[in-house]
């Protein structure tokens, strides 16, 4: 375990630590990069759980969603494990040869993980979607997911391949355009309601090669499912709109760290948002201040500063004002 990861552990008390007081003894224990606190601090905490020293939340509700990447509204330091013995001496499977020199205790998830190598070694493996793969191994359909996160998979020193499987993107709702429109951009929108009105209108007037639906406040887990649709049609470019506060502008930003990983890139709708500028009534909004470095840059390039003051009010539009009505006499 690095260094730092070890003085912030011995730093907490047993039990739960607030946000707030990670970022105390973070400071204490560490020199933080200008520009990268949250992800020194998060490279931090993934250690300490794969460890097995501290857990997260469970919740999505308790997550800082401010920035990327997302950290735990707290973290609970676990009481050490004093009936586990590690498992030194075993010689691992090939595959996981990157363990011999670290510690592994043995209920750690590795250990079913080499002996389900070793118990396949010389057949030949059909591939499977990783939550199928997972019940191969651990008897539990998500076993897997939680250990595609710990440090030797991002590092790359195994990955799903290693064990015959797949990862299956949470498939986005989407419709394509009529004949022709393949060659535009696609749209991605918030709401359902919006979502429908637009399928509808873009399958008269083609302005879309594909309009598809973001979930609210769930389009960053929608994303790898968005960039297999925009692959399905060679672009690396899909449009965005939804509501015009700050919440809907941040949706966006959180979002776009993922898709430009995967090779595509999102920008607002021009076009719409601008209607929803003229057409829409002012509200007032739960959320509002000023907008994340990605969330201001996004406006920039679609030239809608205009909304900035209005956010900083806490006020906002709604995007369902962009009917199929005003759709038909707006837009030619």
């Given at each position: 375990m690095?260094p730092?990861?070890?003085?912030?552990?011995?730093?907490l008390?047993?039990?739960?630590?607030?946000l707030v007081?990670?970022?105390?003894v973070l400071?204490?224990v560490m020199?933080?990069?200008?520009?990268g606190q949250?992800?020194a601090?998060?490279?931090?905490?993934?250690e300490?759980?794969?460890n097995?020293l501290?857990?997260?939340?469970?919740?999505?509700?308790l997550?800082?969603?401010?920035?990327?990447p997302?950290?735990p509204?707290?973290?609970?330091?676990l009481q050490?494990k004093?009936q586990?013995?590690?498992v030194?001496?075993v010689?691992?499977?090939?595959e996981?040869?990157?363990?011999?020199?670290q510690?592994?205790?043995?209920d750690?998830?590795w250990v079913e993980v080499d002996?389900?190598l070793?118990?396949?070694?010389?057949?030949e493996?059909?591939?499977k979607?990783?939550?199928e793969?997972s019940?191969?191994?651990?008897?539990?359909?998500?076993?897997?997911?939680?250990?595609?996160?710990?440090?030797?998979?991002k590092?790359?020193?195994?990955?799903?391949?290693?064990?015959g499987c797949?990862?299956?993107p949470?498939p986005?709702?989407w419709?394509?355009?009529?004949?022709?429109?393949?060659?535009?951009?696609g749209l991605?929108?918030e709401?359902?309601?919006t979502?429908d009105t637009?399928?509808?209108?873009n399958s008269?007037?083609?302005?879309w090669a594909?309009?598809a639906y973001?979930?609210?406040n769930n389009?960053v887990?929608m994303?790898?499912?968005?960039?297999?649709?925009?692959?399905?049609?060679?672009?690396?470019?899909?449009q965005?709109f939804?509501?015009?506060?700050h919440?809907?502008i941040?949706?966006?930003?959180?979002?776009?760290?993922?898709l430009?990983?995967?090779?595509v890139?999102?920008c607002?709708?021009q076009r719409?948002y601008?209607?929803l500028?003229?057409v829409?009534?002012?509200a007032?909004s739960?959320?509002?201040?000023?907008?994340?470095?990605?969330?201001?840059?996004?406006l920039e390039?679609?030239a809608l500063?205009v909304?900035?003051d209005?956010f900083?009010?806490?006020?906002?539009?709604?995007?369902e004002w962009v009917c199929?009505?005003?759709?038909?006499a707006k837009?030619?």
């Amino acid at each position: 375990m690095l260094p730092e990861s070890q003085y912030f552990i011995d730093a907490l008390g047993t039990g739960r630590t607030s946000l707030v007081e990670m970022w105390e003894v973070l400071w204490q224990v560490m020199t933080l990069p200008h520009g990268g606190q949250r992800e020194a601090l998060m490279a931090v905490l993934d250690e300490l759980r794969e460890n097995g020293l501290v857990e997260f939340p469970k919740s999505n509700k308790l997550w800082d969603k401010s920035a990327l990447p997302h950290l735990p509204a707290w973290v609970n330091k676990l009481q050490p494990k004093k009936q586990a013995k590690d498992v030194a001496g075993v010689i691992w499977a090939p595959e996981l040869a990157f363990l011999a020199e670290q510690v592994i205790w043995q209920d750690s998830p590795w250990v079913e993980v080499d002996a389900w190598l070793k118990r396949c070694r010389g057949k030949e493996l059909a591939l499977k979607p990783i939550r199928e793969r997972s019940l191969d191994i651990f008897g539990d359909e998500k076993a897997l997911d939680r250990i595609v996160g710990l440090t030797p998979f991002k590092q790359g020193q195994i990955n799903l391949g290693t064990l015959g499987c797949f990862y299956v993107p949470e498939p986005i709702p989407w419709k394509p355009g009529p004949p022709g429109s393949s060659g535009f951009t696609g749209l991605c929108v918030e709401n359902a309601t919006t979502f429908d009105t637009l399928c509808r209108f873009n399958s008269e007037t083609g302005f879309w090669a594909f309009v598809a639906y973001g979930r609210g406040n769930n389009f960053v887990s929608m994303t790898d499912g968005l960039v297999a649709v925009v692959n399905e049609y060679g672009q690396d470019r899909v449009q965005y709109f939804g509501d015009a506060d700050h919440e809907g502008i941040e949706i966006v930003a959180r979002a776009e760290k993922k898709l430009n990983e995967a090779g595509v890139s999102i920008c607002l709708d021009q076009r719409l948002y601008n209607l929803l500028l003229s057409v829409g009534r002012v509200a007032p909004s739960k959320t509002g201040g000023r907008l994340s470095v990605a969330a201001t840059r996004l406006l920039e390039e679609a030239a809608l500063t205009v909304f900035q003051d209005m956010f900083r009010r806490q006020q906002r539009i709604a995007q369902e004002w962009v009917c199929l009505d005003v759709l038909k006499a707006k837009i030619p």
